[in-house]
C-alpha cells in the first residue's frame, strides 16, 4: 500500500484530497493545526490513516510530524502534498508586513519545510512524487494579492526547478494550479469568481493528475487559459484592464 501525507488537511482542496486518494488506496497522514478536525476526518476515512498536529510554517513541527507519520504507517511516503496555504487580501496602499510574512511563511516556507522532510528519502530510494498546490494567481500577479500571487509564483518558481533536478533520481513532482475553489479560503472574497469549482470535484482532478504523474494540473480549463492568456498581455494593456479595479478596492 503507498503511503501519502497532506497538509492542510483538515478542510478545503486538503480535505477532500484525503478522502479521495483514501478511495484510491493510500495510507494516510494527515497534517494541519487544528487537531480535532483532523481526528473526525481520520476516523471517517479509517485505518490506515493517522492525524497528526502541525504548524507548517514551522520547520521543526514539520520535521517531527513526517517523523511521527514515517513511525506510525510503517515507513517513508510514496507521495507528498504541500497543501496548506493563507490568503490575506489586501492592497499596496494598506501594506501590512505581518500579513505578507504569514502568507509567504505558510505558502512557500510550509512547501520548503515538508520538502526538506521528504525528498531525501526519495531520492535515496529513487522513487516518489512530490506535489505543491499553488494557484493561477500565481501567473500574474493579480491586485489586491500581492503577497499571495508572489508566493504562487514563488512555488511554480522553485517546484518547476526541482522537476527538472529530481526527474533523474526517479523523483516526480507536480505544480497544482487551481482556479477559484468552493472553500473557507475563497469564502471571504467579496467579488463574483468565475468558473468556481467544488472542493470534491478539484480533488478528483488533482487526484487524476497525480496518477497521470503530470508535471502540471492546472483547473478549471476556462481559467487555466483565461491566465494563460493574460500571462501574454502586454503590461500596459494590463495595466489599463487592472488599474480601475485596484483603485476601487482602495477606497473600499
Same mark, same amino acid.
Given at each position: ?35 480535532? /478536525? ?34 506510525? /504507517? ?11 496555504? !493563507? ?18 511563511? !505558510? ?16 531520492? &535515496? ?16 500577479? /493579480? ?67 497525480? &496518477?497521470? +504523474?503530470?508535471?502540471?494540473? &492546472? ?20 495595466? +489599463? ?12
Amino acid at each position: 500500500m503507498k503511503r501519502a501525507i497532506i497538509t492542510g488537511a483538515s478542510s478545503g482542496i486538503g480535505l477532500h484530497l484525503a478522502r479521495e486518494l483514501s478511495r484510491r488506496g493510500y495510507a494516510l497522514a494527515l497534517l494541519a493545526r487544528r487537531i480535532d /478536525l483532523l481526528n473526525d476526518l481520520a476516523h471517517e476515512i479509517g485505518s490506515p490513516t493517522v492525524a497528526i498536529a502541525c504548524d507548517v510554517s514551522d520547520r521543526a513541527s514539520v520535521r517531527d510530524a513526517v517523523q511521527k507519520a514515517q513511525q506510525q /504507517l510503517g515507513g517513508p511516503f510514496d507521495l507528498a502534498i504541500a497543501n496548506a496555504g !493563507v490568503s490575506i487580501p489586501g492592497h499596496a496602499t494598506k501594506f501590512k508586513i505581518d500579513e505578507a510574512e504569514q502568507i509567504i511563511r !505558510v505558502n512557500v516556507l510550509g512547501m520548503m519545510y515538508l520538502f526538506d522532510a521528504v525528498i531525501p528519502a526519495m531520492v &535515496e530510494r529513487g522513487s516518489g512524487q512530490f506535489v505543491g498546490v499553488a494557484s493561477v494567481a500565481g501567473l500574474r500577479g /493579480l491586485p489586491t494579492a500581492g503577497p499571495y500571487s508572489a508566493s504562487k509564483a514563488a512555488m511554480q518558481a522553485f517546484l518547476e526547478s526541482s522537476r527538472i533536478e529530481l526527474k533523474p533520481y526517479g523523483v516526480g513532482v507536480t505544480i497544482v494550479n487551481p482556479g477559484f475553489v468552493a472553500t473557507a479560503m475563497t469564502d471571504k472574497n467579496r467579488f463574483r469568481m468565475p468558473f468556481l469549482m467544488q472542493a470534491d470535484k478539484a480533488a478528483r482532478i488533482i487526484a487524476d493528475g497525480i &496518477e497521470r +504523474r503530470a508535471r502540471v494540473i &492546472e483547473f478549471p480549463k476556462r481559467m487555466s487559459l483565461l491566465m494563460r492568456f493574460v500571462r501574454l498581455v502586454p503590461d500596459a494593456l494590463y495595466d +489599463r484592464v487592472t488599474v480601475p479595479f485596484g483603485r476601487r478596492k482602495a477606497k473600499s
